[in-house]
């Protein structure tokens, strides 16, 4: 993977973690050997740390996004729900009720079917649940604070809409708009099940929030 992938993520103000990716498994087996949350002390990125890990991650494949507000990913986890219509059914509200707010956000699919769609808004700050299934397993949830994204071009995911350069600031209304019609789909009504932020996925202690 060149280098140049990193460079234009950082360039649109995103933080892109390089890994070596195993295809067999689907999991990451590699992260830079560094610990540091590739920001400087002002907020903004530093691409030395990226530039550093690059030469010396060998079998750089993969790219995982650190995500920081006001970038933020709506999780589409569709295989811990039998509903499987569910981010089809969201799209749709969506676009019936403001289809204008589609060409401010990115999509892609991920390597287990699910969805992962980013945006950009200055109210986030941190991890939501916004829908459970009737098992209490997380389904669509509001994903950043520095948590872990694993993204395109990463071997299973794939942009189906837009692409990273193409996310703009939402307006308070189509923030809502898209976290309202994903709880819409929440199996629960329990405050402390949308509050219970289980970890789903293990990283290495310097890349958790």
């Known amino acids: ?10 360039s649109i103000g995103l933080h892109p973690v390089p890994l070596v990716w195993n295809t067999e498994t689907k999991q990451a087996e590699i992260y830079p050997d560094h610990k540091t949350d590739i920001r400087s002390i002002d907020g903004k990125p530093n691409f030395e ?3 550093r890990w690059f030469a010396n991650l060998r079998g ?29 059914d969201w799209l749709n509200i969506v676009s019936s009720t403001n289809d204008e707010v589609l060409r401010k956000i990115c999509i892609e699919k991920t390597r287990s079917g699910g969805y992962h769609v980013y945006a950009k808004f200055k109210g986030v700050d941190h991890k939501k649940m916004l829908a459970v ?7 669509i949830s509001v994903y950043t604070g520095g948590l872990l994204s694993f993204c395109y071009p990463t071997p299973g995911y794939e942009l189906i809409h837009n692409d ?13 708009l898209l976290c ?5 789909f929440n199996a629960h009504t329990s405050d402390d099940i949308l509050t219970n932020e289980k970890k789903i996925i293990n990283y290495p202690a310097e890349y958790e929030n």
């Open 49 to 51: 740390d990226i530039t």
């Open 133 to 139: 299934s009737e098992d209490k397993r997380e389904v």
């Open 164 to 176: 990273f350069i193409d996310i703009e600031e939402l307006t308070q209304d189509e923030f809502d």
């Open 180 to 184: 309202s019609a994903a709880s819409f």
């Open 1 to 10: 993977m060149d280098i140049s992938t990193f460079s234009d993520l950082f």
């Open 60 to 88: 750089c494949n993969a790219v995982a996004l650190k995500l920081y507000p006001p970038f933020f990913m709506l999780d589409f986890d569709l295989k811990n729900d039998k509903r499987k219509n569910i981010y089809d």
